[in-house]
């Protein structure tokens, strides 16, 4: 079977197809067949070993010194059940699927073995293989940010970086709260962040949001370029700064600058269970959720894909996918 290595930390061009075995699903097992993986910028970070500010050291130990630890990249797939261990309830031959294995990655591969406790769903049937594969990571973001944000309905909530993946999943998802959203994007991307839902649309070149006077329930930055202190006049008196990609310096200045004011600063990893898969499937199905997917590549072109994403600026999500399907 096909896999995608990435031997070594470097440019997309490191990025490797290699022939491996496929695996043999055991007694709890189940084996995927992938029809579409996503590639996400945590993807691209961990290629390229780039981290936060101040995060360098923590990054190396968690994945790997000299090079990545696990070498087969990809936190999420989406793909058909081809073969089971024989102590499997949970899923039959034939079902179309959603892996999530988050910071485990693994996910660039033909075939895929897991337990069958795995966070893995059935795929939505209004779903595409496409968009299913790019369901969990964003989406999964998202929702842990918002709530640990207390994002609740009649909050104003006002995201940044509102076109890319976790942010257009935080429109959305804020809105199916029950809050009044405010996005700020690029001029580019006006249309489709209206397409999301968004009640305000501001350009981040001509709006500045800290100097209109409007003030926010909660602010959260998808996109890792705001600070606590550009952001504090903006915020309620009880106001939220969810701050998904912060540095170290963000952090701590955060941390000691909310003392004296009665804000309250959200950062750190995103927890997540199977239960939010299953929450984020029922939001597909009752129409209030979409997995926006601005380009598919084919798996031959995964180094294109990565230096997609890499450059900034996309528009929902990016797909790879295998050529062949069940």
Not at 13 to 27: C, F, G, W, Y
Not at 264 to 271: E, F, L, Q
Not at 284 to 311: C, K, L, M, N
Request: hydrophobic share 45%.
């Amino acid at each position: 079977m096909k896999a995608i290595f990435c031997p070594r930390y470097g440019s997309p061009a490191v990025l490797e197809s290699r022939s491996i075995d496929r695996p043999i699903p055991s007694e709890t097992e189940i084996l995927i067949q992938t029809v579409a993986t996503s590639v996400t910028t945590g993807d691209t970070r961990v290629r390229a070993l780039r981290m936060p500010k101040g995060f360098g050291l923590i990054g190396r130990l968690a994945l790997g010194i000299s090079k990545p630890r696990q070498q087969i990249l990809g936190s999420e797939l989406s793909g058909v059940v081809v073969s089971i261990g024989k102590s499997v309830t949970n899923f039959e031959v034939g079902d179309e699927v959603i892996l999530y294995t988050g910071t485990k990655l693994g996910c660039h591969s033909e075939y895929k073995a897991v337990s069958q406790d795995a966070a893995m769903i059935k795929k939505p049937a209004s779903m595409t293989f496409e968009e299913a594969a790019a369901l969990a990571a964003s989406g999964t973001t998202a929702l842990a940010f918002l709530r640990k944000g207390e994002v609740k309905a009649g909050d104003k909530v006002l995201i940044i970086g509102a076109a890319g993946g976790v942010g257009s999943a935080a429109v959305m998802l804020a809105k199916q709260a029950g809050a009044e959203v405010t996005a700020v994007c690029s001029a580019r991307n006006l249309e489709f962040v209206r397409s999301l839902g968004a009640d305000l649309i501001l350009d981040y070149i001509k709006d500045d949001f800290t100097q209109n006077g409007v003030t926010y329930d909660a602010i959260l930055d998808a996109a890792g370029v705001l600070s606590y202190a550009q952001a504090r006049t903006a915020l309620e008196a009880k106001g939220r700064l969810l701050l998904v990609s912060a540095s170290l310096p963000q952090i701590l200045q955060a941390a000691f600058a909310t003392i004296a004011r009665g804000h309250r600063v959200v950062s750190g990893p995103a927890a997540w269970t199977r239960g939010d898969l299953e929450f984020l499937k029922t939001c597909v199905e009752s129409g209030a959720y979409r997995v926006p997917v601005e380009r598919t590549y084919p798996i031959e072109q995964i180094a294109d894909a990565h230096a997609f994403v890499e450059a900034g600026g996309k528009r929902g999500n990016i797909v790879v996918s295998f050529a062949r399907r069940p």
